[in-house]
């Protein structure tokens, strides 16, 4: 099995600015200019522990480039992309559409950057150079429309990757699982009535976007059951994530027999993330990897490819992301999570019939997904 990687220095320097938190800084009305919630520091850190942990060594490093125009425009408005341009040629840069989503001066050409790496991931898993994969990107994408930025993202970067495989690829059913903890909202959107591309989303109930992701979106016209949605209460962890896992996005992927799965790895579900109030651990990351990784090989070839989300704890983010890429790579380092004592008790926490609830209810919704032969891309 071997493992692709893409980092570039230029995703750190996506400059988010001043804002407080997510808010931008309004002097004026009280709220201070501080440090952007979506900053380089938690993916920063997260590449160097790759590095130091020796897992760097394993990867075989992949060279990202730009996401071309064409390969853009297969996903967003040309009206989108030319405001992204835009905003990003103003010195100071501007926003990407929903007022909390900085585009910093330059930072068109790093979300280029950002959807290319994955794409570079995804042709090379398509060539067969790779098993699977981890694009560690910023900005992010899974929040962002055809039309408009939101959410701290600007493109989204695994829709342009799932059109580039069906389009150049010949990789013709897509599978995109997202985990961050919040709505994949903008990629079920662009794929809602497509029964070519499979979503599944596992997050917080209306955390983000608000009232979105409820398990009634369930995809329409030719692509009615295929958007899956598993709208967790707050406070689901271990076991509650687990258990969607098997009950809803493993048979899911089972029944819609991917061609390729993506993968939304935010990692802001863990118990220390300050955007959002789930109680995942390392462990839980590894786990559900697991899972995955072993449906990709029943299914594709092993061809499991993921973005980097969310994931806003500069110190946990690192090692929840290391135990994914470990459980990606088959192999573990000298590095264990240091606050394994510390969570241990969040991961003991029982699955609650609340949470259950929703999960028996988004599993129900599984044999609505057939499979079907689909011999032609859109
Ligand atoms: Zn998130």
């Known amino acids: 099995m071997t493992t692709g ?27 201070q200019p501080a440090v952007h919630i979506e900053n380089p520091e938690a993916k920063r850190r997260t590449h160097e522990l790759i590095h130091v942990s020796g897992l760097l060594g394993e990867l075989t490093v992949i060279e990202p480039r730009r996401a071309t125009m064409t390969e853009l425009l297969r996903v967003h408005t040309p009206a989108h992309v030319q405001h992204i341009r835009t905003q990003s040629d103003l010195r100071q ?20 950057l950002a959807a290319g790496g994955l794409i570079a991931l995804v042709n090379a898993a398509a060539q067969g ?15 962002a429309t055809a039309d408009t930025g939101m959410g701290f993202c600007l493109f989204n970067n695994i829709a342009i990757a799932a059109r580039h495989a069906q389009t150049t690829l010949g990789l013709t059913r897509i599978a995109i699982v997202d985990w961050d903890a919040h709505h994949g ?21 209306n955390c983000f976007p608000p009232d979105s992701g409820w398990t009634h979106e369930n995809g329409a016209a030719d692509g009615a059951g295929y958007a899956l949605n598993v709208p967790l209460p707050p406070g689901s962890g271990h076991a509650a994530y687990l258990h969607a896992m098997h009950q809803v996005v493993i048979p899911a992927l089972d029944r819609f027999a991917p061609d390729l799965i993506l993968l939304a790895n935010g990692v802001d579900a ?22 995955l990784v072993d449906a ?16 806003y704890s500069p110190f ?30 969040y991961t003991a926490e029982p699955l609650r019939a609340h949470q259950q609830a929703v999960i028996d209810e988004a599993a129900h919704l599984v044999p609505r997904i057939g499979k079907r032969e689909i011999t032609t891309a859109p």
């Open 93 to 112: 840069g501007g926003d990407a559409g929903d007022g909390f989503s900085p585009v910093g001066h330059g930072s068109y050409d790093i979300a280029r």
């Open 129 to 143: 150079d790779i098993t699977n994969g981890y694009a560690l990107t910023r900005p992010p994408g899974h929040h």
């Open 185 to 205: 909202n903008g990629t079920q959107a662009i794929f809602y009535t497509d029964p070519t591309v499979l979503t599944i989303s596992l997050h917080q109930a």
């Open 316 to 345: 946990y983010t690192p090692y929840c992301a290391l135990a994914f890429l470990e459980e990606l790579t088959g192999t573990t380092t000298r590095v264990t999570d240091p606050y394994a004592a510390v969570v241990a008790g």
């Open 5 to 31: 990687y893409v980092f570039h220095p230029e995703y750190l320097w996506h400059d988010t600015g001043t804002s407080a938190g997510l808010l931008p800084a309004n002097p004026t009305a009280g709220v």
């Open 296 to 311: 990709a090989d029943r299914l594709c070839h092993g061809r499991l490819i993921a973005a980097h989300e969310g994931g």
């Open 270 to 291: 863990n118990v220390f993330d300050p955007m959002a109030r789930q109680m995942l651990t390392a462990t839980s990351y590894r786990e559900m990897t697991s899972l």
